[in-house]
């Protein structure tokens, strides 16, 4: 995090109150004066406020049940926000690990830990979600192997990871993915000819939404912190 951000973050001075301390030398880094508001520090860095140790900036972690009608964006001037349903202090600081559409409703992980958050959203990570769905078309049994086949999306240049695909009704289905490519789920069943008309994320890793209601969210424990980072 940027020195300005870190001090405006661990205590009550503004960025702008921020910087200027830092440029009258009221700041220090390791001991060592730092007048560069830019300074990129570790959320454990030793950084002092005119002699006074400032706490380190410990990560905050939520899980968030992800009404419709909400987005996954940090501002939007027509819709609610997720980071809207969070009264928690500076809550600008966080980001979503892995967004939803405004349609979709579930699970969705925030937090300030930017190296936690890629591991949960990296390509390479292959971390599971799995969305519970229903489409405008009965999805014929033959989808599951074509899934766990891997399916070509138009535009992108490699076929899909396998899908696991677990049929629930005619119209209903629970479906696992590893990647989070741009409207997955609804362009995997539109490439076969279908709809998805409800989308609801369930789980990321061995994370499950459980009993939270939509519009809810919690911290995560220490436990589940490092069972997705695993
Ligand atoms: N796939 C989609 O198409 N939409 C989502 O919101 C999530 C996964």
């Not at 830092?22 to 508001?37: M, N, P, Q």
């Not at 990560?59 to 027509?78: I, N, S, W």
């Not at 891997?150 to 005619?170: M, N, V, Y």
């Not at 989308?199 to 912190?225: F, M, Q, V």
Request: charged share 25%; proline share 3%; hydrophobic share 45%.
């Amino acid at each position: 995090m940027r020195l300005d951000k870190f001090i405006a973050t661990v205590t009550d001075l503004s960025r702008t109150d921020a910087k200027r301390a830092i440029k009258a030398g009221e700041v220090t880094v390791g001991g060592s004066v730092a007048i560069d508001a830019q300074l990129e520090v570790a959320a454990d860095a030793r950084v002092e406020l005119s002699g006074r140790p400032l706490r380190a900036a410990t990560a905050r972690y939520f899980m968030l049940h992800k009404p419709e009608g909400c987005v996954c964006a940090t501002k939007d001037r027509q819709h609610l926000t997720v980071l809207e349903l969070l009264d928690v202090d500076n809550r600008e600081s966080l980001h979503i690990a892995g967004r939803l559409d405004i349609d979709t409703t579930g699970l969705v992980l925030l937090t300030d830990d930017g190296q936690w958050s890629h591991r949960i959203t990296a390509p390479k990570a292959h971390c599971d979600k799995t969305y519970w769905l229903q489409t405008a078309e009965p999805i014929p049994a033959e989808t599951v192997k074509q899934f766990e086949r891997g399916l070509f999306l138009h535009s992108e240049k490699e076929r899909l990871k396998p899908a696991q695909l677990e049929l629930i009704d005619a119209v209903t289905a629970r479906l696992t993915i590893s990647e989070g490519k741009y409207h997955q789920v609804k362009r995997m069943f539109g490439a076969i000819g279908n709809a998805v008309i409800k989308l609801h994320r369930e789980r990321i890793g061995a994370l499950e939404l459980g009993a939270l209601a939509p519009g809810e969210y919690r911290a995560l424990t220490a436990a589940e912190i490092a069972a997705l980072a695993a």
